[in-house]
């Protein structure tokens, strides 16, 4: 571990503020945890993930705010006026909005990195928390013009803590990437599972485990993803927009009920065969990457 980051606060015990603080506590570094709700605090302790933050404590090395967007800059603010650390970041899963709401607000933006780990967004409950859940995966870092090398390197000292490598975005770059990667699919999938939701057990047993697969992400915290998807709304928008034009097409396609109508689908078929192997070749270089560095296949 560099010298660099020997103390953290992480603020927010959720899945993604609970895993941090296990990575960071694996690495040596000796954290404090923060929470509005003293339950999912004393489940973080519990865990090992650090102990409960208290006023007599030194400011840290690192301040993350690990909570939802809509309740970053506030947190932010507060723990900056408070002095609880040099340097803050952030795990929110979208950041135009959030930088530009931290700018205005009249946060310090010197020792402010921006930031999000892309292994996405918290479970409902502690359980899935996971020091090594960000081991091989990207971590994107947004940092301001104005921001200094020194706290850039205390973020560096925490990506490594948590197995993960650093990909520098524009934060309107970061929200269209995440769009196109995360929300907007989830918001499909939640749209597809709806049709599922009142359906009788011997309906659900006919289903082969591709349904169940390709619907998996439906499954997370709805309060949270509402949150995640307002703050990231046009770039989501966009993209539901053109899925939505090529199902619409499609539908048209087969009302029509035209002779042609294999000929016509056949390209949007092919395409989307082409995509799904294209993440497929994806995942299996992460996964190769990921054994030396997280010591597991």
Same mark, same amino acid.
């Given at each position: 571990?560099?010298?660099?980051?020997?103390?953290?606060?992480?603020?927010g015990?959720?899945?993604?503020?609970?895993?941090?603080?296990?990575? #960071?506590?694996?690495?040596?570094?000796?954290?404090?945890l923060?929470?509005?709700d003293?339950?999912p605090?004393?489940e973080? !302790?519990?865990?090992g993930?650090?102990?409960a933050?208290?006023?007599?404590? %030194?400011?840290?090395?690192?301040?993350?705010? %690990?909570?939802?967007?809509?309740?970053v800059?506030?947190?932010?603010?507060?723990?900056?006026s408070?002095g609880?650390?040099?340097?803050?970041?952030?795990?929110?899963?979208?950041?135009?909005? !959030?930088?530009?709401?931290a700018?205005?607000? +009249?946060?310090?933006?010197?020792?402010?990195?921006?930031?999000?780990?892309?292994?996405?967004?918290?479970a409902? *409950?502690?359980?899935?928390?996971?020091? *090594?859940?960000?081991?091989?995966?990207?971590?994107?870092v947004?940092?301001y013009?104005?921001?200094?090398?020194?706290?850039?390197?205390?973020?560096?000292?925490l990506?490594?803590?948590?197995?993960?490598h650093?990909?520098? #975005?524009?934060?309107?770059?970061? /929200?269209?990437?995440?769009?196109?990667?995360s929300?907007?699919?989830?918001?499909?999938?939640a749209?597809?599972?709806?049709?599922?939701? /009142?359906?009788?057990? %011997?309906?659900l047993?006919?289903?082969?485990d591709?349904?169940?697969?390709?619907?998996? *992400?439906?499954?997370?915290?709805?309060?949270?993803?509402s949150?995640?998807?307002?703050?990231?709304?046009?770039?989501?928008?966009?993209?539901?927009?053109?899925?939505?034009?090529? &199902?619409?097409?499609?539908?048209?396609?087969?009302?029509?009920?035209d002779?042609?109508?294999?000929?016509? #689908?056949?390209?949007? &078929?092919?395409? *989307?065969?082409?995509?799904?192997?294209?993440?497929?070749?994806? +995942?299996?270089?992460?996964?190769?990457? /990921?054994?030396?560095?997280?010591?597991?296949?």
């Amino acid at each position: 571990m560099t010298t660099t980051l020997r103390t953290a606060v992480v603020i927010g015990c959720g899945t993604t503020g609970t895993s941090v603080a296990l990575a #960071l506590t694996t690495a040596g570094v000796r954290v404090a945890l923060s929470d509005d709700d003293p339950q999912p605090l004393a489940e973080a !302790v519990a865990l090992g993930a650090g102990t409960a933050w208290n006023p007599a404590l %030194a400011p840290a090395d690192l301040v993350v705010v %690990a909570t939802a967007p809509s309740a970053v800059v506030d947190t932010l603010h507060s723990a900056q006026s408070r002095g609880l650390g040099h340097v803050y970041t952030d795990t929110a899963a979208a950041k135009d909005t !959030v930088c530009a709401e931290a700018e205005l607000r +009249g946060c310090d933006l010197k020792g402010y990195v921006p930031g999000h780990p892309l292994a996405g967004p918290d479970a409902p *409950g502690r359980g899935a928390a996971d020091a *090594g859940r960000f081991t091989g995966r990207p971590w994107a870092v947004c940092p301001y013009e104005t921001t200094p090398g020194w706290a850039l390197e205390t973020v560096d000292a925490l990506i490594a803590a948590c197995g993960a490598h650093r990909v520098d #975005l524009t934060p309107p770059a970061h /929200d269209r990437v995440v769009a196109e990667l995360s929300h907007a699919p989830h918001l499909v999938a939640a749209a597809l599972a709806t049709r599922f939701a /009142d359906s009788s057990e %011997a309906f659900l047993d006919l289903a082969d485990d591709g349904l169940r697969d390709a619907l998996r *992400g439906a499954g997370g915290d709805p309060w949270l993803w509402s949150d995640v998807l307002a703050h990231n709304a046009g770039p989501v928008a966009d993209v539901l927009d053109r899925v939505a034009g090529q &199902l619409a097409r499609a539908a048209a396609i087969l009302r029509e009920g035209d002779a042609c109508a294999p000929l016509e #689908l056949a390209p949007t &078929l092919q395409q *989307g065969r082409r995509g799904q192997r294209a993440l497929q070749r994806s +995942g299996e270089r992460r996964t190769l990457r /990921d054994a030396p560095a997280g010591g597991r296949m």
